[in-house]
């Protein structure tokens, strides 16, 4: 790394860089410390009478799970289940029985883990984005490549010194919220194993990680202070419904005949019971990787007399109109769901409709100085054709 720029990037970026990643660790340990309180909250509950005279109007009508059991039995049973830091979402028959259906898989759901992961992921594309995007806007680019620095070194020198603290403020943040619950609970109601704690922590870690060099590539590339912010934050809004909306496409126009279908998400945000798929921890490491490497050939040839356009790159152009055409109407026609075209309906039309107005949409965004330019070149032209005449 080279000294001067090393102390240069620290000067500028050093104290935002400490106040966000302390953030991220103070908010997760608040958060932690709210669940706890919240959980002796609830265990204070079901220790009072007034615990003691909800449950006894509880009928076996209104919660099939107490059919046949002694009050002594349903008191154990309901202090278990709301107690336990995970519990299933169980249907019963009329008998009280769990009923078993192969067509829905039984999920957990938690009271005791909220760690606001909406919240992070803002941050986390917030400050994606912004890493390149503000040195662009602020014109420091310009100072920073009169140091006679290749850019190839300003890049990563950039990354190392902003995604790596910001990153591991993230990790470290997760392993404190989790240690806040599972150490101020007792082991009896910590229904999780470390192991598949640990595999929660680096899903969902992995996860911030996706959406971060998501956003930087992004703030590299774009250079409109409207449709750039905007750029990002729809394409970050609905990747994961992409991703849905790919499979339910595939399952339709391969003729899959199965009744499942993908509403569900892709991506781990925040602690679950549920099994945790090593499928997107790959797949977001791959992608992150590659955006990390694109984005450092793209950077080497970064002008700045484009940095007022919505592309700063020439050679994207093409494959951004495709990509967007691609896109938009994936997400628009199969996001819910393949199975709304069994009924005979075709999802084609919607998906032609779609593709030509975001084509559209998207030839202008990209070319509208051309097109301006254009415009304005014929307007003169036919003044001058009047002036003449």
């Known amino acids: ?18 106040i966000t990643s302390l953030s991220i660790v103070l908010f997760y340990g608040y958060k932690g410390i709210q669940d706890v309180n919240q959980w002796k909250y609830m265990q204070n509950y079901y220790n009072s009478e007034q615990y003691q005279k909800d449950l006894s109007e509880v009928s076996e009508e209104e919660n099939p799970k107490f059919k046949g059991l002694s009050f002594k039995e349903r008191e154990n049973l309901d202090k278990k289940e709301g107690l336990s830091l995970f ?73 190392a010194l902003i995604s790596i603290p910001i990153l591991l ?47 930087t590539f992004i703030g590299l590339v774009t250079g409109n202070i409207i449709l750039g912010p905007l750029t990002a934050l729809g394409f970050c809004a609905s990747f994961e419904y992409f991703i849905a909306a790919v499979i ?6 391969t003729k ?10 892709f991506f781990n945000y925040s602690i679950t019971k549920d099994p945790i798929s090593t499928l ?3 797949f977001t ?19 700045l007399e484009k940095k007022g356009k919505y592309l700063l790159f ?49 030839i202008y965004l990209i070319f509208r100085k051309e097109f301006h330019g254009s415009i304005s070149h014929i307007k003169q032209t036919l003044k001058n054709n009047n002036v003449r005449t």
């Open 1 to 18: 790394m080279n000294k001067q720029l090393m102390t240069i990037l620290k000067k500028r970026y050093g104290l935002v860089l400490i």
């Open 87 to 159: 519990n299933q979402t169980n249907s019963y028959d009329e008998q009280g029985n769990i009923t078993t259906d192969s067509k829905h898989n039984t999920t957990y759901y938690t009271m005791y883990f909220n760690e606001n992961s909406l919240l992070l992921l803002v941050v986390i594309v917030s400050a994606g984005f912004l890493m390149f995007f503000v040195d662009l806007k602020t014109s420091f680019n310009e100072f920073l490549f009169s140091l006679g620095v290749s850019k190839r070194r300003i890049y990563f020198s950039k990354f």
């Open 169 to 215: 403020s993230v990790l470290l943040a997760k392993i404190l919220f989790i240690g806040i619950i599972t150490l101020s609970i007792p082991s009896e109601y910590v229904n999780i194993s470390l192991a598949q704690l640990a595999m929660n922590v680096l899903a969902s870690w992995t996860t911030c990680i996706i959406y971060y060099f998501t956003a």
């Open 248 to 253: 339910n496409a595939w399952y339709y126009f």
């Open 256 to 265: 899959t005949s199965t009744d499942i279908y993908v509403t569900n998400r």
């Open 280 to 282: 997107p921890i790959v």
């Open 285 to 303: 490491v791959m992608l992150s990787l590659l955006l990390l490497i694109f984005g450092s050939y793209l950077f080497q040839t970064l002008t």
């Open 314 to 362: 020439d050679g994207l152009k093409l494959p951004v109109i495709i990509a967007m055409t691609l896109y938009v109407p994936i997400v628009l026609v199969f996001s819910r769901g393949y199975y709304l075209y069994e009924d005979g309906t075709s999802p084609i039309p919607g998906l032609l409709i779609y593709a030509i107005i975001t084509a559209i949409i998207g």
